[in-house]
């Protein structure tokens, strides 16, 4: 829910922030001020300034804030208006763009700016501690390359200054956790010019935590029910434009590719296809339901702007299914997918999960595609299944569902309290209808299916990205890409270390032997910055004792028996096995 008080804040610093530039910097020309999620931003033109500059502007914003101004609502004619704005051509072009005769500005003391509102009452509102301007960027004025280019001031602003003081100490510790940076020091993956923006490249350690994950997860959907399928990475167009894509999405869809004198583009999801394999035989209630899972790489088109290393590509992997079931099975199925979830994300150690279920505006039926009896049933469904589910309740999203099906989000919240959108849970009227997908029924009538497409860790990529900034890069020992790495003294007990090297890969640990010419203390440090979470290291006392010195994820453990630890690594290296009653 929205805090409708920190929105007038937010949005009054906006105002307090072009009235502290213009009483430093006269000939600034204003652009737009709105309030945003965690501060405010305001653009200009006419003006030179860095971040080095913010302070002042800072001080200068506290200054009036102490003054106790007031924010005066009026509603003025639109001649008023311009030419009140006369010597400012941005706020007269968005005055041109009002169809109504008239305008609302906002008055603080000699300050005036047009706005439709709402601002506290008086700046006495505001603590001056609880915001800070945090830095500048170019922006083009209402965001279109064809403006010209303005130099944007963002600010944060909360209502205390604890909440400032969290913020920026919850900011730094995700940088620190950044998975563009943690990746690239562990070596996981990379991404290159030549190959294309948005297209990761996984290195051999990333290459095995994504074959890991996938591997774990797929055979949790086996153990639960579901059969494995795979389809290309191309079709023809016709296919896209049968399904709607190509008329819903074909701004994030890659552009056309000629075979045979026919147009073929890259698939940006896997549903069609699925689909298409249904419909390839009568299907009887019997055979109902069906649960189709395919781990299937898709390309979407994303701006440039928008990418974000593995949390936003443009080429990523989807652990993607699709449940073809009976009315009377759509909410078991529903239930079955939020309980694999769950077992999911507890066995990753993200057990923190907000779920959100988004239905249709119920003032606004029309727009949406269906018959409204499917949609009160899948509706119906997917709340019954979230209550017995979460009883400790759920957001709802009324007006959010998209024009095809309602759907739950589940949102993961990271060890720094950040909420990510990863599983989804996604009823759809829309292809059953378009490519005439039926069943026979107990009576021998043909029917209409409901299908439900389900991706439980999202994208493998925006999946492991959020994994790595939740983990710091400290992946428990079952996903770990190296867990184990030997380090011997000296070159007289490297027979002693391929030792024990030869009886860690009996037992298929993944596992190295550093044998480098470098000191001891710096092979430990290179494979603690490599979060490698077992260094064992070998001398003459270990050897005569057919023992190991253990560093477990930094921390010393003495002499340890080779055999003993064995063991050990055995147990913390096994997933727990699925339980589908949990």
Not at 419 to 427: A, F, G, H
Not at 440 to 467: C, W
Request: with cysteine; aromatic share 10%.
């Amino acid at each position: 829910m929205v805090n409708k008080n920190i929105e007038k804040i937010r949005h009054s610093l906006a105002h307090i922030l072009a009235s502290a530039v213009k009483e430093l910097y006269p000939e600034t020309i204003l652009g737009t001020g709105p309030a945003i999620k965690n501060g405010f931003y305001y653009d200009f033109d006419n003006i030179n300034i860095g971040e080095d500059d913010l302070p002042k502007i800072e001080e200068k914003m506290k200054e009036i804030i102490k003054r106790n101004i007031s924010f005066e609502k009026k509603i003025i004619s639109k001649k008023e208006a311009k030419d009140l704005f006369r010597n400012e051509p941005y706020k007269k072009e968005l005055i041109d763009a009002v169809k109504e005769k008239s305008v609302t500005v906002y008055e603080s003391e000699k300050f005036i700016d047009l706005c439709n509102g709402p601002h506290v009452n008086t700046s006495a509102e505001i603590d001056p501690n609880s915001f800070k301007l945090d830095r500048t960027a170019g922006a083009y004025f209402m965001g279109s390359e064809k403006n010209p280019m303005l130099k944007r001031i963002y600010g944060l602003a909360f209502e205390t200054k604890k909440e400032l003081s969290d913020y920026l100490s919850n900011r730094e510790e995700a940088e620190k956790r950044d998975h563009r940076k943690i990746g690239k020091t562990l070596q996981l993956f990379m991404f290159d010019e030549e190959v294309g923006q948005g297209l990761p490249l996984y290195l051999p350690k990333g290459g095995m935590i994504r074959y890991l994950l996938m591997n774990f997860a797929m055979e949790t959907y086996l153990k639960n029910g579901y059969e494995t399928v795979s389809t290309p990475h191309i079709a023809r167009e016709d296919l896209w434009e049968r399904s709607g894509h190509l008329k819903f999405y074909k701004d994030d869809m890659y552009g056309a590719l000629s075979v045979d004198e026919k147009n073929y583009r890259l698939k940006p999801m896997n549903c069609p296809f699925h689909v298409k394999m249904y419909n390839s035989e009568i299907r009887s209630y019997k055979e109902l339901p069906i649960r189709w899972a395919e781990m299937g790489t898709v390309y979407r088109y994303e701006k440039s702007g928008e990418l974000h290393g593995l949390t936003r590509p443009r080429g990523f992997t989807q652990d993607d299914a699709h449940i073809i079931c009976t009315d009377d099975q759509l909410e078991s199925e529903i239930t079955g997918a939020l309980k694999i979830i769950r077992y999911i994300y507890s066995t990753l150690k993200m057990e923190n999960l907000v779920y959100k279920l988004s239905v249709r505006d119920s003032k606004n039926l029309d727009k949406y595609f269906g018959k409204n009896k499917d949609w009160e049933k899948a509706e119906q469904s997917l709340k019954d299944a979230l209550s017995v589910f979460s009883p400790s309740g759920f957001e709802l999203d009324e007006g959010g569902a998209v024009f095809y099906a309602p759907k739950i989000d589940i949102d993961a919240v990271d060890a720094v309290g950040r909420r990510w959108q990863l599983s989804t849970i996604q009823v759809d009227f829309n292809l059953p209808s378009r490519f005439d997908m039926t069943y026979t029924d107990n009576d021998g009538k043909e029917q209409t299916p409901f299908m439900i497409h389900r991706a439980l860790l999202g994208s493998i990529e925006r999946f492991l990205g959020v994994y790595i900034e939740h983990t710091k890069g400290e992946f428990p020992l079952w996903l770990s890409p190296e867990q184990v790495r030997i380090i011997p003294i000296s070159e007289k007990v490297n027979d002693y270390a391929e030792k024990v090297l030869g009886k860690l890969k009996e037992e298929n640990f993944r596992v190295s032997l550093d044998i480098d010419n470098e000191t001891l203390s710096k092979k430990i440090r290179n494979g603690e910055v490599q979060k490698i979470p077992y260094l064992l290291v070998v001398g003459e006392k270990e050897k005569a004792g057919e023992s190991v010195s253990v560093r477990y994820r930094g921390k010393d453990e003495g002499m340890v028996n080779l055999d003993n630890l064995v063991t050990r690594i055995k147990k913390e290296s096994t997933v727990k096995k699925f339980n589908k009653d949990k």
